[in-house]
Antibody, heavy 118, light 106 residues
Framework: QLQLQESGPGLVKPSETLSLTCTVSGGSISSNSHYWGWIRQTPGKGLEWIGNIYYSGSTYYNPSLKSRVAISVDTSKNRFSLKLSSLTAADTAVYYC??????????WGLGTLVTVSS | SYELTQPPSVSVSPGQTASITCAGDKLEDKYASWYQQKPGQSPVLVIYQDNKRPSGIPERFSGSNSGNTATLTISGAQTMDEADYYCQAWDSNTGVFGGGTKLTVL
């Protein structure tokens, strides 16, 4: 059974850069059928797609976040990562990693709450 | 940028049919997916490629997509189906979510 697990700091200061990692188990991140991505959900609000990465390294980003986002992949460790810079309180959210397959997000991590506060 | 619009809330009685709509420009040209999210939990995929059900999703969940509207239908809704539902599509490899619909079953 495929599992995804987010990890990273729960508290980050304004203007700093958030770094999160998603570790994939029960399957290979190098599958040529899937993308791997990040989604966030602000408290009490809806879902916002952040971006996707293919195992080869090709990426797609939400245009509204593109200037601040970088997603990378480490196939040797079967994981991928998110960096989000110039943080503000508006970036406080639960961050999920997920697998994209057949055009849908079929496996999700449990999510990790990130609070931006001094 | 591409937008998907959902009603904020839908209410049904147990055993009745719930329909949740998702509107977007020429949405029928894209595949729509639907996710169920219960409080404190991660979203769960319930419909993909407009009308396909992942393994383990009950048959009472179905989907359609025509014109500018995709629809999630829950036939014989149960109290366990009470949750937030989000539609999602891809626009030029950019992911877009609808704002979500709170389904109340009571």
């Amino acid at each position: 059974q495929l599992q995804l697990q987010e990890s990273g700091p729960g508290l980050v200061k304004p203007s700093e850069t958030l770094s999160l990692t998603c570790t994939v188990s029960g399957g290979s991140i190098s599958s040529n059928s899937h993308y791997w991505g990040w989604i966030r959900q602000t408290p009490g609000k809806g879902l916002e797609w952040i971006g996707n990465i293919y195992y080869s390294g090709s990426t797609y980003y939400n245009p509204s976040l593109k200037s601040r986002v970088a997603i990378s992949v480490d196939t040797s460790k079967n994981r991928f990562s998110l960096k989000l810079s110039s943080l503000t309180a508006a970036d406080t959210a639960v961050y999920y990693c997920a697998r994209r397959s057949s055009g849908a997000l079929d496996y999700w991590g449990l999510g990790t709450l990130v609070t931006v506060s001094s | 940028s591409y937008e998907l619009t959902q009603p904020p809330s839908v209410s049904v009685s147990p055993g009745q049919t719930a329909s949740i709509t998702c509107a977007g420009d020429k949405l029928e040209d894209k595949y729509a997916s639907w996710y169920q999210q219960k409080p404190g939990q991660s979203p769960v995929l319930v419909i993909y490629q407009d009308n396909k059900r992942p393994s383990g999703i009950p048959e009472r969940f179905s989907g359609s997509n025509s014109g500018n509207t995709a629809t999630l239908t829950i036939s014989g809704a149960q109290t366990m189906d009470e949750a937030d539902y989000y539609c999602q599509a891809w626009d030029s490899n950019t992911g877009v979510f609808g704002g979500g619909t709170k389904l109340t079953v009571l």
